[in-house]
Nanobody
């Protein structure tokens, strides 16, 4: 069974970098078919796709976030990560990692989500 689990600090100071890790079990992240993705949800904005990594050199970001977003993959640990720099209060959200099907672009597995609050 495929399982994804987010981990990282639940509280981040404004202007700092938000860093999250998605640990995957049941399937390897080393393949090049699925898009390993980060999606967030805030009360005012709903679901927002942030970015995805498919393979080495194939990383995609939301245009609205790409200047602040970095996604990477560690195949040895079967993990992929999210870094969001220069955070503000508007970045407070529930952050999800997800596996997105590479054929028709749809999430088929999600983590449970982790609340991240930006506050001083």
């Amino acid at each position: 069974q495929v399982q994804l689990q987010e981990s990282g600090p639940g509280l981040v100071l404004p202007s700092q970098t938000l860093s999250l890790t998605c640990t995957v079990s049941g399937v390897s992240v080393a393949g090049n078919y699925h898009y390993w993705s980060w999606i967030r949800q805030s009360p005012g904005k709903g679901l927002e796709w942030m970015g995805s990594i498919r393979s080495v050199g194939r990383i995609y970001y939301s245009p609205s976030l790409m200047s602040r977003t970095s996604i990477s993959r560690d195949t040895s640990k079967n993990q992929f990560t999210l870094q969001l720099s220069s955070v503000t209060l508007e970045d407070t959200a529930v952050y999800y990692c997800a596996r997105v099907d590479g054929g028709y672009w749809y999430p088929d597995y999600w983590g449970q989500g982790t609340q991240v609050t930006v506050s001083s």
